[in-house]
């Protein structure tokens, strides 16, 4: 009886990491459509070969989340009430490019938050701390780049202030979905 139980437990784990792992690939999936929407919008070179690349990293991030998915016998999970579609009907899809920026910049630093915090708890299995730390590595310049972007075209502009009342108005709103995200990620048993 013993090891049935225990079977029926370690079912219950791989479906939570299962939902869990599923809930990042949504966020990296959507979050490549916001890089789309930017290489539609910034037409320098620069921008231009950084999307690119910017791109590709967040396609392969989720990849990396499908794969791992795969590994641990499932498929992907439909999610249609993650960070990013939480983020998008309080904050909707600006059409500004330094709104749309900003918002990237809030988004990337909370999807690296969120795996940092990840990579501290314990028991947390060595291939799921391969991807944690494969992922994590990129979000650095992807910030880096795209923070100092918006920064150069608000300033062009001449209203330097707006790049940063926007980070701040998406923070604001960052934070209430992630009220909301954990406190539904306790009740599901996911943390
Ligand atoms: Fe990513
Ligand atoms: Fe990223």
Redesign the pocket.
Known sequence: MAHVDQAVENQDVDANEIRLYSYYRDA?LR?SNL?YRLLRVLDDPESQTNLSQ?LS??TR?AWLWTELIGELGGSPIKVDDGYQVRIGKRAGLPRHPVDLLALTVVV?QR??RRYIEHLKRPDVRERTLEVLRD?SK??GW??DWIRRKGREIAEREGTPERFDEALERFRAIDREVMEELESMEREAGLV
């Open positions: 990296e979050g890089i910017h990293d967040e991030h990337e999807a690296l992922v990129d979000e992807h910030i």
